[in-house]
Nanobody
């Protein structure tokens, strides 16, 4: 079992920046791929970014060039640096982990990000 805890959300003006963190605990010895997802009110949960154990990254088109995912394996922590934030980035952001395959096995409780115009 892996326990994920997100932090760093908050209220920011458009054009501003936030850095989200996700701390993992429990069975963290495996080579997990870590991902960030977001869910806006009334919408489905969408993929934002992912990073493999070897630090290969992927991003949703909507955040490319603005968001950067990174990880510190020694600290069992993954980060999401969000720059040039837009009101449409407003959502609950979730951290997730998977060992392999398409489906993520573990999810955090989410952290809220609100971008004001």
């Amino acid at each position: 079992q892996v326990h994920l805890v997100e932090s760093g959300g908050g209220l920011v003006q458009a054009g501003g920046s936030l850095r989200l963190s996700c701390a993992a605990s429990g069975r963290t010895g495996s080579s997990y791929t870590m991902g960030w997802f977001r869910q806006a009110p009334g919408k489905e949960r969408d993929f934002v970014a992912a990073i493999s154990w070897s630090r290969s990254t992927s991003y949703a088109d909507s955040v490319k060039g603005r968001f950067t995912i990174s990880r510190d394996n020694a600290k069992n922590t993954v980060y999401l640096q969000m720059n040039s934030l837009k009101p449409e980035d407003t959502a609950d952001y979730y951290c997730a982990a998977k060992v392999s395959g398409a489906a993520y096995d573990y999810w955090g409780q989410g952290t809220q990000v609100t971008v004001s115009s």
